[in-house]
């Protein structure tokens, strides 16, 4: 089963079943100015350095492992080619079935089902085996069925902060980038009385007093897991702009890297009765 979103002027709702990406604030042909033009707006001064390591959120993983680059062409092709030629459409979603006794059938595209065999592969020395055995079940466990997303950003286009939805989405979300990287950052409220255990060393950006904030740059091919505490009591969006500032890499100076057209595809667990689309929410 598939669903696709149509573009919108308009921001996406927070927790929306879509997650639909925010649009431009301006046309695209007004956003892509030059790239002095961008730098004096948005200078090192005025905005905040991304981070090319992961941040001590627990349940949050970024690996340095990244998509063999022919896949990740063909995947982006596909996508492309099967979802994508309607210029109206900014998004996919694919709905798997749960997989029973003597079966392998899940439902999902056989692109999808050869991407995520090879996702296990790659992040099976990456994660810690609790992390693992939630994003890929020994065939014992219980059987789920999958969502997968396809959400085509533009240079220039965001997302708001959300979590995603707690009575659709299980525990366990794995994503990646294709096509071009991007900074996703992450919010967490806090108490007055401070960080809840991250030391002074570590203290992110704060935004506010009660609300600790990080940015992850996320470049193209890579791979993000979050779980847990990540999973559920932080936010995750991404800003709509066309340049992102971040850290350079082997310990240089800051860079502006130009933001291309991206495709994330991300895969969700439905929690049962979450594939039923258009259902009241129990």
């Known amino acids: 089963m598939s669903i696709c979103a149509e573009s919108s002027g308009s921001l996406s709702a927070v927790d929306s079943l879509f997650d639909e990406p925010t649009k431009p604030a301006k046309p695209l042909n007004q956003a892509l100015r030059t790239s002095g033009e961008r730098r004096s707006s948005f200078s090192p001064k005025t905005v905040s350095l991304a981070s090319r390591t992961v941040p001590p959120i627990p349940g949050l993983f970024a690996p340095k492992v990244r998509l063999p680059l022919a896949l990740a062409d063909e995947l982006m092709q596909t996508s492309m080619n099967k979802y994508f030629r309607q210029g109206s459409v900014n998004q996919v979603m694919l709905f ?15 692109f999808l089902t050869e991407l995520l065999s090879t996702i296990s592969q790659l992040l099976l020395p990456e994660l810690p085996a609790r992390t693992y055995a939630l994003l890929f079940p020994s065939p014992d466990a219980p059987v789920r069925a999958r969502q997968a997303i396809l959400n085509l950003y ?24 294709l096509g071009s990287g991007c900074v996703m950052s992450f919010w967490k409220e806090t108490s007055e009385e401070g960080h809840r255990g991250i030391s002074d060393v570590q203290a992110p950006e704060v935004r506010s007093k009660d609300e600790e904030h990080w940015k992850l740059y996320l470049p193209e091919r890579s791979i993000i897991v979050l779980s847990e505490e990540a999973r559920y009591e932080w936010k995750h969006g991404i800003q709509g702009q066309t340049e992102d500032f971040v850290e350079g890499e082997e310990g240089h100076e800051g860079e502006w890297i130009t933001r291309g057209v991206r495709l994330s595809i991300t895969f969700r667990w439905l929690l049962p009765g979450a594939e039923i689309v258009g259902e009241p929410d129990q």
């Open 154 to 177: 533009h240079p220039g286009e965001g997302i708001s902060p959300h979590v995603d939805l707690l009575n659709r989405f299980g525990d366990g979300i794995v994503g990646i980038s």
């Open 96 to 110: 798997g079935r749960a997989l029973t006794s003597g079966t392998d059938e899940s439902g999902l595209p056989l």
